[in-house]
């Protein structure tokens, strides 16, 4: 029984530390998305805000072609 509670405590722990260190992009929003692309392109808001707006119509956000270009989707609009 003492195994199985140090186990559980150890899962535990990892998936908070886990939680606590997690990228801004895992965060599942098309906010937290915006934040994310203001912080790669220094804070131009020209180059985010087209991607945001499509973001909240879609709830997917798609990265630029210098970050992989990959597709996010089932964000929190």
């Keep these: 029984m003492k ?8 899962a535990v722990s990892s998936f908070a530390v886990s939680a606590a260190f997690a990228p801004a992009w895992a965060a599942g929003s098309c906010k937290s998305w915006l934040a994310t692309c203001n912080s790669r392109t220094g804070g131009s808001p020209s180059s985010c805000s087209g991607k945001y ?16 270009g ?7 609009k």
Excluded at 70 to 76: A, F, R
Aim: proline share 0%.
């Design 70 to 76: 990959g597709t996010h989707c089932g964000l929190k």
């Design 3 to 10: 195994m199985i509670a140090i186990v559980l405590s150890i």
């Design 53 to 68: 707006s499509e973001c909240l119509q879609s709830g997917c956000f798609t990265e630029g072609k210098r970050y992989g």
